[in-house]
């Protein structure tokens, strides 16, 4: 292939036909065929893909990398050979480790040239929603439940639903069943079920200069940037296997020479939280691989979030830098762009596929932080939805929103714990339309989802789709 790939939204796992907007080899088929490409863009839980593609007899014959990608080299879990030209042979001394999860460990340190292995304290694991990861998915992690137990922390990705209130979501009984399952197996296995894409708020925090193995592209660039611990955009399978043994091999965002900042980026001053999102969203869809300088003056925690979110979604970026504000020591890029207010309009509009009339509205990609969730109830505050309104947050704050959650039933808003509305099948539930404020949402809406989508502001949100009490 000649531009990368989002394994999760990028392939048609029925055919193997790519089906990536923008791709140049949009309507090929990877069935069958040994495909080279430089690497993955977008989402960790593209990892499971593979083992859909293995399934229904449309995977590649063989994968060959330009470059290492975590993502991309899951696929040897699902039996795709992947290699890498002139790699060499590393081996884990370690005798108490599973063999087959040893050999695993030991042909990724091979084919992404790492030299060695790192101990790890904590994994973070991507790839929990049934409607992402599918029948193939389930199968493999009920397969493998019995049969490993995990080392270290390792924290969960949302699920497709409310574990508690599915019913209320109108969530159908087969998928909650089957939900259910992969829910217990990763449980079997040892996972803490905090169901979040915000882990660093919800009790797994590295420390800096600490190596990790964390799926969630948004939460990876987050502690990478803002933490300044070190992981790779790990493959959603990848962190099973680290989670089981402790270990992962030190390559890419674990190395000095990879977190130096490649690109500066000079945008016009940023006026609102949908401005941060769209700015990284547009560095990533530019330039997908680097590691971006971002020029603000100021940022919030829910800016540095926007900021992971997005460019993780429209490419590949693990870590950013922003003087003043992230911890990681960093030399000026000798690339830099000019990203003004006209372009950050435009591609709001690229992303969005209707103006006003939204089925339900949805905050919470990343989920919302507990200073998130009390700003908005009081942008809430003497107001009334109009529409459906559905908040996202970890169960973890449930006993905090507690005090604010008048404001939002007032309001008109429900809260749900263990989702969010990418990973939960929203298509299935009648909604067609939705609105969010998140630029990581409204791709994945689209592509995932198949839904239409209209992105605006927090603000603009509150103002278009609620009315004076």
Same mark, same amino acid.
């Given at each position: 292939?000649?531009?990368?790939?989002?394994?999760?939204?990028?392939?048609?796992?029925?055919?193997?036909?790519?089906?990536?907007?923008?791709?140049?080899?949009?309507?090929?088929?990877?069935?069958?065929?040994?495909?080279?490409?430089?690497?993955?863009?977008? *989402?960790?839980?593209?990892?499971?893909?593979?083992? =859909?593609?293995?399934?229904?007899?449309?995977?590649?014959?063989?994968?060959?990398?330009?470059?290492?990608?975590?993502?991309?080299?899951?696929?040897?879990?699902?039996?795709?050979?992947?290699?890498?030209?002139?790699?060499?042979?590393?081996?884990?001394?370690?005798?108490?480790?599973?063999?087959?999860? /040893? +050999?695993?460990?030991? +042909?990724?340190?091979?084919?992404?040239?790492?030299?060695?292995?790192?101990?790890?304290?904590?994994? !973070?694991?991507?790839? &929990?929603?049934?409607?992402?990861?599918?029948?193939?998915?389930?199968?493999?992690?009920?397969?493998?439940?019995?049969?490993?137990?995990?080392? &270290?922390?390792?924290?969960?990705?949302?699920?497709?639903?409310?574990?508690?209130?599915?019913?209320?979501?109108?969530?159908? @009984?087969?998928? =909650?069943?089957?939900?259910?399952?992969?829910?217990?197996?990763?449980?079997?296995?040892?996972?803490?079920?905090?169901?979040?894409?915000?882990?660093?708020?919800?009790?797994?925090?590295?420390?800096?200069?600490?190596?990790?193995?964390?799926?969630?592209?948004?939460?990876?660039?987050?502690? %990478?940037?803002?933490?300044?611990?070190?992981?790779?955009?790990?493959?959603? #399978?990848?962190?099973?296997?680290?989670?089981?043994?402790?270990?992962?091999?030190?390559?890419?965002? !674990?190395?000095?020479?990879?977190?130096?900042?490649?690109?500066?980026?000079?945008?016009?001053?940023?006026?609102?939280?949908? !401005?941060?999102?769209?700015?990284?969203?547009?560095?990533?869809?530019?330039?997908?691989?680097?590691?971006?300088?971002?020029?603000?003056?100021?940022?919030?925690?829910?800016?540095?979030?926007?900021?992971?979110?997005?460019?993780?979604? *429209?490419?590949?970026?693990?870590?950013? !830098?922003?003087?003043?504000?992230?911890?990681?020591?960093? *030399?000026?890029?000798? /690339?830099?762009?000019?990203? #003004? /207010?006209?372009?950050?309009?435009?591609?709001?509009?690229?992303?969005?596929?209707?103006?006003?009339?939204?089925?339900?509205?949805?905050?919470?990609?990343?989920?919302? *932080?507990?200073?998130?969730?009390? @700003?908005?109830?009081?942008?809430?505050?003497?107001?009334?939805?109009?529409?459906?309104?559905?908040?996202?947050?970890?169960?973890?704050?449930?006993?905090?929103?507690?005090?604010? /959650?008048?404001?939002?039933?007032?309001?008109?808003?429900?809260?749900?714990?263990?989702?969010?509305?990418?990973?939960?099948?929203?298509?299935?539930?009648?909604?067609?339309?939705?609105?969010? %404020?998140?630029?990581?949402?409204?791709?994945?809406?689209?592509?995932?989802?198949?839904?239409?989508?209209?992105?605006?502001?927090?603000?603009?949100?509150?103002?278009?789709?609620?009315?004076?009490?």
């Amino acid at each position: 292939m000649s531009a990368p790939i989002s394994w999760l939204d990028g392939i048609d796992v029925r055919t193997g036909r790519i089906v990536q907007e923008g791709h140049p080899q949009k309507g090929e088929s990877i069935a069958g065929r040994i495909v080279r490409l430089r690497g993955s863009t977008g *989402s960790t839980v593209g990892a499971y893909i593979f083992f =859909a593609l293995k399934r229904n007899n449309a995977a590649p014959l063989k994968i060959i990398l330009e470059e290492p990608d975590s993502v991309t080299i899951a696929a040897e879990l699902a039996g795709i050979p992947v290699e890498l030209k002139g790699v060499k042979e590393v081996k884990l001394e370690d005798e108490e480790i599973d063999e087959s999860l /040893k +050999r695993y460990l030991e +042909r990724e340190a091979s084919i992404s040239g790492a030299q060695r292995f790192a101990r790890i304290k904590s994994v !973070h694991i991507s790839g &929990v929603s049934y409607a992402t990861i599918g029948e193939a998915g389930r199968e493999w992690l009920s397969e493998i439940a019995s049969k490993i137990k995990f080392k &270290v922390t390792a924290t969960t990705n949302p699920a497709g639903m409310d574990l508690i209130s599915w019913r209320d979501m109108g969530i159908p @009984e087969g998928f =909650a069943r089957k939900q259910v399952e992969i829910v217990d197996s990763l449980i079997e296995m040892g996972a803490l079920p905090t169901f979040t894409c915000i882990p660093y708020l919800s009790g797994n925090l590295p420390v800096y200069g600490e190596s990790v193995c964390w799926g969630e592209s948004s939460a990876v660039a987050f502690v %990478n940037s803002v933490i300044g611990a070190r992981s790779n955009r790990e493959g959603a #399978t990848k962190t099973i296997v680290a989670a089981a043994t402790g270990y992962t091999p030190l390559y890419g965002k !674990h190395l000095d020479e990879n977190r130096v900042p490649d690109l500066a980026v000079y945008p016009e001053p940023l006026e609102n939280l949908l !401005h941060y999102y769209l700015l990284a969203y547009y560095t990533g869809l530019q330039y997908p691989d680097s590691v971006p300088i971002y020029n603000v003056k100021r940022a919030s925690l829910a800016e540095l979030k926007a900021l992971a979110a997005a460019g993780a979604a *429209s490419g590949s970026i693990e870590m950013y !830098h922003i003087p003043g504000i992230t911890p990681n020591k960093f *030399s000026y890029a000798s /690339k830099s762009i000019r990203v #003004t /207010k006209r372009d950050l309009l435009s591609l709001r509009e690229e992303l969005s596929s209707f103006d006003g009339g939204t089925d339900l509205v949805v905050l919470g990609c990343p989920h919302l *932080s507990l200073q998130e969730i009390e @700003e908005l109830s009081e942008l809430m505050n003497g107001r009334k939805a109009i529409v459906k309104f559905w908040i996202f947050t970890a169960r973890a704050f449930m006993p905090l929103i507690e005090r604010l /959650k008048w404001k939002i039933e007032r309001f008109g808003a429900k809260i749900w714990y263990d989702t969010c509305m990418v990973v939960s099948p929203l298509e299935e539930l009648g909604i067609k339309k939705v609105t969010t %404020n998140s630029a990581k949402a409204a791709k994945y809406l689209s592509s995932l989802r198949g839904l239409e989508v209209e992105l605006l502001d927090i603000k603009e949100i509150i103002e278009r789709y609620s009315a004076p009490e």
